[in-house]
């Protein structure tokens, strides 16, 4: 079946530090990855999509490259901000019939300190 | 516009109670998805539903589970006599037709078994 597999937290950096968050995946197919943010309190919102090979998802900075190859979809900002500090989630839905269905990571908590 | 509604926010039932999880989409959305996510796990899929249809109750358990989504109305998720493990929380999302993967996600509901 689908999985996704992503990096454990917690992670905590500096503010202005580079983030990654690695994020991999097994489905068959051509899935379409997403990357979910939830901020404390708050539900889940799209960061941000990418829904064929070799496609680039950016949103308020950050950014995450479809790469078949290695069926990874890697979550990379430059700056972080204390306001990035939150739950990280990596996602995809798979081709075909079932595609409405999310089937998500384990999630990463960041905190970002001033 | 308002967001993706959940009530109650957290929800303390015993052993043997019935628990009902109320989820108001967003304006316009006719589709609603619910997701269970259990300690230390991603969130899983559960049960998709458009006005009045079950799409896909694949994720859900076949015992003591339900769920409806009424011509009018809230979606509910109902749980009948419930048991210790059925701590978790249950996040509810929208979307609108033909938006693969981008749904909109309430706060959640965080249910406790005594």
């Known amino acids: 079946g689908n999985s996704v597999t992503q990096m454990e937290g917690p992670v905590t950096l500096s503010e202005e530090a580079f983030l990654t968050i690695n994020c991999t995946y097994t489905?068959?197919?051509?899935?379409?990855l997403f990357w979910y943010v939830q901020y404390p309190g708050e539900g889940l919102q799209l960061l941000l999509k990418a829904t064929k090979a070799d496609d680039k998802g950016s949103n308020k900075g950050f950014e995450a490259t479809y790469r078949k190859e290695t069926t990874s979809f890697h979550l990379e900002k430059g700056s972080v901000q204390v306001s990035d500090s939150a739950v990280y989630f990596c996602a995809l839905s798979a081709s075909g019939g079932s595609n409405y269905k999310l089937t998500f990571g384990k999630g990463t908590l960041l905190t970002v300190n001033p | 516009n308002a967001g993706v509604m959940q009530n109650p926010r957290h929800l303390v039932r015993r052993r043997g109670q019935e628990a009902r999880l109320r989820c108001s989409p967003m304006?316009?959305?006719?589709?609603v998805y619910w997701y269970r996510q259990l300690p230390e796990e991603g969130l899983k899929f559960m049960v998709y539903?458009?006005?009045?249809?079950?799409?896909?109750e694949s994720g859900m358990p076949k015992e003591r589970f339900s769920a409806e989504f009424p011509k009018e109305g809230p979606s509910i998720l109902r749980i009948q006599q419930v048991v210790r493990g059925d701590s978790a929380a249950y996040f509810c999302?929208?979307?609108?037709?033909?938006?693969?993967?981008?749904?909109?996600f309430g706060p959640g509901t965080r249910l406790t078994v005594t």
């Open positions: 539903l458009q006005k009045e249809n079950i799409i896909d």
């Open positions: 304006k316009g959305h006719s589709h």
């Open positions: 999302a929208s979307s609108p037709a033909g938006t693969r993967g981008e749904q909109y």
């Open positions: 489905a068959t197919g051509y899935p379409s």
